[in-house]
């Protein structure tokens, strides 16, 4: 998809794939650490909620380019038609979700390198992708 094609999507259905695509990249930063299935399990459910994908979201915030910090910007304002869950600040709920709208975007737009790229800046640089 090109990204006039991209820019046109509701920044919900971006943030919708992004969630996938950002679990998979924390799904493959897990499996080399070479842990069983349980704590592999466990670990993913701890870093794909939206405390930290928010803290993920203000790890990248300095390195982003004008449009990336526009995609997550409508991301982090759309209003999905359910209130963020009880255990999630709605801060973090807006910010997860921008996030996501911008790996969703980045996926579509087939840059996977940057994909790449800022999962290793928030994991600390030991994802393989």
């Known amino acids: 998809m090109d ?15 992004g ?6 990249m924390i799904r493959d930063h897990l499996i080399h ?11 993913c ?3 794909v909620n939206a405390g930290a994908q928010a803290e993920a979201f203000r790890k990248v915030l ?8 526009e995609i997550a910007r409508r991301g982090r304002n759309a209003h999905a038609k ?4 009880n ?5 973090d709920y807006a910010a997860a979700t921008g996030f996501e709208a911008l790996m969703g ?14 999962t290793r800046i928030i994991t600390g640089g030991d994802s393989n992708g």
């Open 87 to 91: 255990h999630q600040r709605p801060e």
């Open 62 to 69: 300095p390195v982003l380019t004008g449009e990336e910090t």
């Open 105 to 118: 975007y980045l996926y579509l737009t087939r840059q996977e390198d940057r994909i790449l790229e800022l």
């Open 82 to 85: 359910h209130p963020a869950p």
């Open 45 to 47: 459910i701890a870093l």
């Open 19 to 24: 969630d996938v695509v950002w679990e998979l």
């Open 3 to 17: 990204r006039r094609e991209a820019d046109q999507l509701n920044p919900l259905q971006l943030a919708y794939l």
């Open 33 to 43: 650490r070479k842990q069983n299935v349980h704590h592999m399990h466990r670990d």
